[in-house]
């Protein structure tokens, strides 16, 4: 009779010492790589914005544009100017400290001449919250739009707690308005991480105009170069993105150059719709069909839509 062999915890971690003094070879590898610059790598004194930051600075936007929905949320009306005033200065604690660094970054990383990185991050950070009352007001267009442009919305209220597409708009305008600036890295994190959350990835370079609605949102892809007018409404799965990636003599490709549509005013496009190209321009009170996939332009008062499938089969459940 044999008997069953039994493992022995006493014996794990002398086991497992085996394998861990094989490791040191690989740390060594890892670190040459690095340090040899054959691989991409971050090693250095100079800092890097603080994505953790970023994130507790977008909450704070939230509540200073849209206040009682967020963070404090039992808000007095004699208690508001004292609120706002107190969360003001924590956004601009931290968005000139996160300002600075990316610029700080930007100039020692790519050996610029020194700008005076500190006051040019003091004043951005300045600017950009001087331009937050004109952003409240847009974001209100945008809450209107959404309640007008969908029927299953009951209230503002409901708009503001839960649509994805008014968070992710929230978040691309206060971040085009530092990429406006020519702030390094900071819109592009905040964008990013707006695509996180909401599926919803809006390139901080995008020019945007007023009472813009996202429905759903799932999926909607907008380019950097894309320009959208007033009163446009979008639904989930919609591209507005690059037909081609041109290149330069060295093969390189072209960047600052317009590869990403032209909305006009009062444009509504459907779900999955695809609108490529630069030159492409979508003529004002305009209608794109859902899954369609347009490269060139269309003028105003347009309808695009598929033709309906002639391979469509609909039948009764009692039918054969």
């Not at 929230?170 to 308005?177: G, K, N, Q, V």
Request: glycine fraction near 6%; charged fraction near 25%.
């Amino acid at each position: 009779m044999s008997l069953k062999k039994t493992c022995r915890f006493d014996d794990i971690d002398y086991l497992k010492n085996d394998f861990l003094d094989k490791l040191p070879d690989t740390v060594k590898k890892i670190s040459k790589n690095c340090l040899s610059k054959k691989v991409f790598s971050h090693i250095g004194l100079f800092p890097v914005p603080d994505k953790r930051l970023i994130n507790s600075l977008i909450d704070l936007l939230k509540d200073i544009m849209l206040p009682g929905f967020f963070g404090h949320q039992e808000i007095s009306e004699s208690d508001l100017e004292y609120h706002i005033g107190n969360e003001i200065f924590s956004l601009f604690d931290i968005l000139s400290d996160q300002i600075t660094q990316s610029i700080v970054h930007d100039c020692r990383r790519y050996d610029q001449e020194c700008s005076d990185c500190h006051r040019r991050g003091n004043q951005a950070a300045l600017d950009f919250i001087e331009k937050i009352p004109h952003l409240q007001k847009l974001l209100t267009l945008d809450i209107k739009a959404a309640f007008d442009g969908d029927p299953a919305a009951k209230s503002h209220d409901e708009i503001v707690f839960s649509y994805p597409g008014l968070e992710a708009i929230l978040i691309y305008r206060c971040a085009h308005e530092l990429f406006e600036s020519d702030i390094p890295l900071l819109p592009r994190i905040m964008t990013e991480y707006a695509h996180n959350i909401t599926s919803i990835d809006i390139h901080p370079g995008a020019s945007i105009g007023k009472s813009f609605f996202i429905d759903h949102g799932t999926g909607v892809v907008i380019g950097e170069t894309t320009q959208i007018g007033d009163n446009v409404k979008i639904y989930q799965g919609v591209t507005l993105g690059a037909l081609s990636f041109p290149k330069n003599e060295k093969g390189e490709l072209m960047r600052g150059i317009k590869r990403h549509p032209t909305i006009e005013d009062n444009v509504v496009i459907y779900a999955n719709a695809t609108i490529l190209g630069g030159n492409t321009v979508i003529g004002t009170h305009s209608v794109v069909g859902g899954n369609v996939w347009l490269t060139e332009s269309i003028p105003p008062y347009t309808k695009v839509l598929n033709e309906k499938s002639k391979n469509l089969i609909i039948r009764r459940n009692n039918e054969k």
